[in-house]
């Protein structure tokens, strides 16, 4: 038996019945609480008068970050509202809104929701469209592929009239844009590999229109898409800012392209023309 003197522990205060209870209650209103605070935040953070600008040629995946930030969300927010919310698309659309998140200023109030503002952009787009009078989905695409192309309103028409000649005459698009829209991103630099990617918006590697707009088209892609003008052009590139060269001669053609490759490699940038367009968004 050992001589060692033992610890003696002393049993801690308990809390009564009554006790557990007030502490369960305090911890639920407080879960109450911090679950309302989450919950009614983003509307509190916006105040009266705020908006959201869509400008034109946005993806809708820029639009739906775009919105989340607005709305004081988490990120992918609205892009998973978009899948739920029932938009009023054409069947043509299977439920994918790009093309039709109508570029515009939009409110915001305390009351706006993902859904509730997708909503409000489509229904613009409809108005917007019978207004002008295009119904088709196959429109809206070109317009879509335009306003990446196009370098500035003016040569909307011919950058239209371009995509029609060459489907008529069932030719490759070879758009950088579409190239650009299945890789996610926005540059001016297309290379060799790049024509080669495997995916339907790769104008390049197969004929024909993607199988959806790469973008939400304003009033003047549109109306070009529409209407474009008369004309015999297969081939364009934008050799500067405000230089944009259309003709139907290959050979002077492949000169413009030339040029905008000199060009880029003096900026320092290494850059393969396209046959139909010399850039892309």
Known sequence: MSDAPHTVRRPGPRLSRTGRRVLVAV???????????????????????????????QRATQVYAAADKALHLPDGSTAKAAKRAHLPLPAEAKGNPEGYLFPATYPIDSDTTP??????????????????????????????????EADRPADMGKVARVIDNRLAHRMPLQMDSTINYALGRSTLRTS????????????????????????????????????PPAGDWLYFVTVKPGDTRFTADYQKHLGNVREFNERQRSAGSSTSGGSGGGGGA
Not at 37 to 56: F, I, K, N, Y
Not at 123 to 136: F, M, N, V, Y
């Open 115 to 148: 859904a509730s503002l997708l909503t409000y952009m489509a229904k613009t787009a409809k108005e917007r469209l019978a207004a002008d009078g295009i119904r088709s989905y196959r429109t809206v695409l070109i317009a879509s592929i335009v306003q990446a």
């Open 27 to 57: 911890l639920c209103v407080l879960v109450v609480l911090i679950v309302l605070a989450v919950l009614l935040l983003p509307r509190l953070l916006r105040g009266p008068g705020q908006t959201l600008t869509v400008p034109e040629g």
């Open 192 to 227: 060799h590999a790049d024509t080669r990617t495997k995916s339907p918006y790769n104008t390049y590697r197969y004929q024909g229109l993607p199988p959806t707009p790469i973008d939400n088209p304003g009033a003047d892609a549109l109306k070009a898409a529409g209407a």
